[in-house]
């Protein structure tokens, strides 16, 4: 038997993501996100509401994207849960460094294995609530510790995290159980 639930944002998982920008004094800022997921070959979407964060997207389109671990993950939540419009040095007490970006104008936090640096290249439904990102992906960077044997970032290595929208709660990603576009061919 299926119970029914009224529509709620379910969409399972979903990521992990630290969006890094610089406020007005060029201080590094950070705040979780969760809304987002990849648009193109070489761009993504953001849905942000209104933040800090937002407002540093507003004077400057660029940023970097982080993605969370459980390393990171006490000091991602954090970021959540303060805004920088009440403690602007909130990304101290994180213990993160930040240094800046070669690409885009935007602090990498150096204690995640992975990070885009982006560009906004478009905002959709803009208000007074916030707007949607769409924005190119300039580089990628990815500590060397967490590649694979093929020189590539390594999502068992990382130990990324998801958010679990349904009971707030944040969950390790585990091991690879198949390969994509090869294991279905068992049913041709």
């Known amino acids: ?22 406020d007005e004094q060029g201080r590094p800022n950070a705040m979780n996100a969760a809304w987002g997921g990849q648009w193109d070959m070489k761009e993504i ?6 933040h800090a964060t937002t407002e ?11 993605f969370a671990t459980q ?3 006490t000091a991602a939540d954090y970021v959540g849960i ?13 213990g993160w460094t930040a240094v800046r970006s070669e690409n885009v104008d935007a602090p990498v936090f150096t204690d995640f294995p992975m990070t885009f640096e982006c ?15 769409v924005a190119e992906v300039v ?8 590649l694979a044997d093929d020189g590539k970032p390594d999502m068992e290595k990382m130990g990324l995290i998801v958010f679990d929208p349904v009971h707030h709660n944040y969950a390790g990603l585990g091991q690879a159980v198949g390969k994509a576009f090869s294991d279905g061919k068992k049913l041709k």
Do not use: C
Request: proline residues 6%; hydrophobic residues 35%.
């Open 1 to 22: 038997m299926m119970k029914s639930f009224k529509p709620q944002p379910w969409l399972l998982p979903q990521p992990v993501l630290i969006i890094g920008t610089y």
């Open 45 to 50: 979407m953001i849905s942000m509401g209104k």
């Open 56 to 66: 540093n997207l507003n004077r400057q389109g660029d940023f970097t994207v982080a």
């Open 71 to 73: 390393a990171t993950m």
């Open 82 to 94: 303060v805004s920088a419009k009440n403690n602007p040095q909130k990304i101290e007490k994180t």
């Open 119 to 133: 560009r906004i290249k478009e905002k959709i439904h803009e208000s007074d609530t916030g707007y949607y990102i």
């Open 139 to 146: 580089n990628i960077l990815a500590d060397e510790r967490y």
